[in-house]
């Protein structure tokens, strides 16, 4: 999902979201376009050393790791979100393939926290165009320049959002 231009929440304000899971007991996603400046062994005690970037997730749990991944059943426990792109999955294995070189960072995204909504809350919030759902694929998800991966995004999409990708977050910076 990709918010909406004019969306001013300081968790989605220009976001893209991918949903994990989505069903009657609610909605969890990652942000997938928010990086920190930290690698995930710097971050982690006991991590093995690995030159991958921790992201946010979202305002829930910020404590907590989670991970998405191409690994697939290679990780026992992981959790099947499209074809090729998994998420979870166990943690002490997934220490191990990283240890042993098995796992490469375009594989791999850590986040801390995740994005949540209650029970319908995001059918609410699409059709009020919070948000606008799109179809991702492992470039998107795993993309090399998350910084711009909204306004790319919205550049994509049709003539009304592709003009709002070149304006500032902010409408006085104009």
């Known amino acids: ?6 969306l001013n929440d300081p968790y989605f304000k220009r976001s893209v979201v991918l949903l994990a899971d989505h069903d009657e007991e609610g909605s969890l996603g990652f942000i997938l376009n928010k990086p920190t400046n930290v690698k995930i062994a710097d971050a982690v005690e006991g991590f093995p050393d690995f030159n991958s970037l921790l992201y ?5 749990e910020k404590e907590d790791l989670y991970y998405i991944h191409t690994l697939g059943e290679e990780l026992s426990g992981s959790k099947k979100i499209t074809d090729d ?3 979870g999955g166990n943690y002490e294995q997934l220490k191990l393939l990283v240890d042993i070189g098995k796992i490469q960072p375009h594989m791999i995204r850590f986040f ?8 319908f809350k995001i059918e609410k919030e699409v059709k009020e165009k ?7 694929n492992r470039e998107i998800i795993f993309s090399k320049d998350p910084n711009n991966l ?25």
């Open 1 to 6: 999902m990709v918010s909406n231009p004019f």
């Open 56 to 60: 946010l997730g979202g305002p829930v």
């Open 85 to 87: 792109i998994y998420w």
């Open 150 to 174: 909204w306004s790319k995004i919205i550049k994509s999409m049709d003539k009304e959002y592709a003009t709002m990708a070149n304006c500032p977050e902010d409408p006085q910076w104009n």
């Open 112 to 119: 801390v926290g995740y994005a949540g909504w209650e029970p």
């Open 130 to 136: 919070i948000w606008m759902p799109q179809a991702f």
